[in-house]
């Protein structure tokens, strides 16, 4: 375990299903994001939070709904998935931009 | 074309080789990351370098900044390397945003024994 740990490992969903991913981290970082990596494409950052705040959106689909209730855990609510949203999910966090990330093993999800 | 780039995209090697991975980037930069990806996804990052060379290991990392360049050097190779090796830049964008990470496509590198 690396300190960022992420529910579930995997996820199979259907399309009109809602399911959350989690990620927690006791590490006293203050920033926490959610990447994405598709199939042979590179990780595409999704969000930031920094000291619970959003500070970061990339242009991501409101079909995807982040909340951070605290420093230690970033959830990433899903609704009414498309199949191309099948991906790694990865959760990362740091204690501030000039440091070192330390990311979560992810959430292999696959919406059919 | 992306702001990051490596090379090679997939290298094979034997146990005990020599192996250089590198990374090319167009913008300019406040750091810069080389990460480890093994099977399964879990990502671990192997070093944050700003100028320089940092070593831990078997594995180095070096950067000119002037010419936007990076190498990741594993000496005597291992099996055990083999995985997607990620060359990742902090754009040096100034401000207070947090995570502007941005990516290359990563190189899939294959030790055999």
């Known amino acids: 375990e690396t300190g960022v740990t992420q529910t579930p490992r995997h996820l199979v969903m259907g399309m009109t299903n809602k399911k959350s991913l989690k990620c927690e981290q006791h590490?006293?970082?203050?920033?926490m994001y959610w990447y994405k990596q598709s199939a042979k494409k590179p990780l595409e950052l999704m969000f930031v939070y920094n000291f619970k705040e959003q500070t970061e959106n990339n242009s991501v689909p409101s079909r995807f709904s982040p909340e951070c209730p605290n420093s230690s855990h970033l959830f990433l609510h899903l609704h009414t998935l498309q199949p191309e949203d099948s991906a790694l999910y990865l959760c990362?966090?740091?204690?501030?931009?000039?440091?070192?990330?330390?990311f979560g093993s992810g959430t292999r999800l696959t919406v059919v | 074309k992306n702001e990051v780039e490596q090379s090679p995209q997939n290298l094979t090697a034997q146990e005990g080789e020599f192996i250089t991975i590198n990374c090319s980037y167009s913008?300019?930069?406040?750091?810069l990351h080389w990460l480890q990806q093994h099977p399964g996804g879990g990502i671990v990052s192997l070093f944050m370098?700003?100028?320089g060379k940092k070593k831990h290991g078997r594995l180095i990392a070096t950067i000119n900044i002037q010419e936007k360049h990076s190498s990741l050097h594993i000496t005597a190779s291992h099996p055990r390397d083999s995985a997607v090796y990620i060359c990742a830049v902090i754009p040096d964008a100034g401000g207070t945003s947090y995570g502007k990470l941005t990516f290359g496509q990563g190189t899939i590198l294959t030790v055999h024994p």
């Open positions: 590490l006293g970082h203050n920033a």
């Open positions: 990362a966090s740091s204690p501030g931009i000039l440091y070192g990330y330390t």
């Open positions: 913008v300019g930069i406040s750091a």
């Open positions: 370098l700003s100028s």
